[in-house]
């Protein structure tokens, strides 16, 4: 038992392409998270907060994203 | 002739490094906090936000262990700022740390491909790095919270304390 939850964490997991990207949200989200926990002296306004923020982020690299392909695609 | 600041001058500038309770309090905030992220905390009674950055951190730091492989993602000598990065998580890099165990190095029995293929895929132990890395700079933002909040109960405690009419308990 203990030695199947060991390595679960030994190896790296295999990702195609498409998971690779989605994992940006949990990171984008443990952000957010803990910079509005810092921030806020109410921890009930957290929650509301920390998501506007990841959402405010994740469109934001999403922008950047689509602005740096754009930049790339006009100079191929 | 400069003028040498009193000591009541000096304790009202920096109130918790005249008092040694409350120096002490302070810096087992910090260091708690670096040991296990959200344990400053809690040390100092802010329960929610504690528990709420604990599981946050922790979650965040084996997630990519997890994605990454613990050979890929702890690595101080393939990827020295990022380990310099995880070791603001304490004890959670210490206990990675040891579940990565020694890597092999390059010698006439043991290729570079081996190495690499003992260490994992690169993209996700990219991956896995970055996550690491971020919940370790996270844990400064946690660890400065948790001064900041263990400095100002003190002020409050020793103002209150301070105010209190003689005779009062």
Same mark, same amino acid.
């Given at each position: 038992?203990?030695?199947?939850?060991?390595?679960?964490?030994?190896?790296?997991?295999?990702?195609?392409?498409?998971?690779?990207?989605?994992?940006?949200?949990?990171?984008?989200?443990?952000?957010?998270?803990?910079?509005?926990?810092?921030?806020?002296?109410?921890?009930?306004?957290?929650?509301?907060?920390?998501?506007?923020?990841?959402?405010?982020?994740?469109?934001?690299?999403?922008?950047?994203?689509?602005?740096?392909?754009?930049?790339?695609?006009?100079?191929? | 002739?400069?003028?040498?600041?009193?000591?009541?001058?000096?304790?009202?500038?920096?109130?918790?490094? =005249?008092?040694?309770? /409350?120096?002490?309090? #302070?810096? @087992? $905030?910090? !260091? +708690?906090?670096?040991?296990? *992220?959200?344990?400053?905390?809690?040390?100092?009674?802010?329960?929610?936000?504690?528990?709420?950055?604990?599981?946050?951190?922790?979650?965040?730091?084996?997630?990519?262990?997890?994605?990454?492989?613990?050979?890929?993602?702890?690595?101080?000598?393939?990827?020295?700022?990022?380990?310099? =990065?995880?070791?603001? /998580?304490?004890?959670? #890099?210490? @206990? $990675?740390? !040891? +579940?990565?165990?020694?890597? *092999?190095?390059?010698?006439?029995?043991?290729?570079?491909?081996?190495?690499?293929?003992?260490?994992?895929?690169?993209?996700?132990?990219?991956?896995?790095?970055?996550?690491?890395?971020?919940?370790?700079?996270?844990?400064?933002?946690?660890?400065?919270?948790?001064?900041?909040?263990?400095?100002?109960?003190?002020?409050?405690?020793?103002?209150?304390?301070?105010?209190?009419?003689?005779?009062?308990?």
């Amino acid at each position: 038992m203990i030695a199947t939850v060991l390595a679960l964490f030994t190896t790296g997991m295999e990702l195609s392409r498409f998971p690779r990207f989605l994992l940006m949200l949990p990171l984008c989200l443990s952000v957010a998270v803990i910079y509005k926990s810092t921030r806020m002296e109410n921890m009930r306004e957290v929650p509301t907060a920390a998501a506007i923020l990841w959402v405010t982020i994740v469109l934001g690299m999403v922008a950047v994203g689509v602005g740096l392909w754009a930049v790339f695609s006009v100079m191929a | 002739m400069v003028p040498v600041p009193s000591e009541s001058a000096e304790s009202a500038a920096h109130p918790v490094l =005249a008092d040694p309770a /409350s120096l002490a309090r #302070v810096s @087992a $905030a910090g !260091l +708690l906090s670096w040991l296990v *992220p959200g344990l400053g905390h809690l040390y100092i009674g802010d329960r929610t936000r504690g528990i709420v950055c604990m599981v946050t951190i922790v979650v965040t730091f084996w997630g990519g262990v997890a994605i990454g492989g613990v050979r890929a993602t702890v690595d101080p000598h393939e990827r020295t700022l990022w380990f310099f =990065a995880q070791l603001c /998580s304490g004890s959670n #890099v210490g @206990a $990675a740390y !040891l +579940l990565r165990g020694d890597a *092999p190095r390059a010698s006439k029995e043991i290729s570079s491909a081996q190495i690499a293929a003992w260490a994992g895929p690169w993209v996700s132990a990219d991956i896995g790095v970055h996550y690491t890395g971020v919940a370790g700079l996270l844990n400064i933002l946690v660890i400065l919270d948790a001064l900041g909040r263990a400095e100002r109960m003190s002020i409050v405690t020793r103002r209150s304390s301070r105010d209190r009419p003689k005779g009062v308990t």
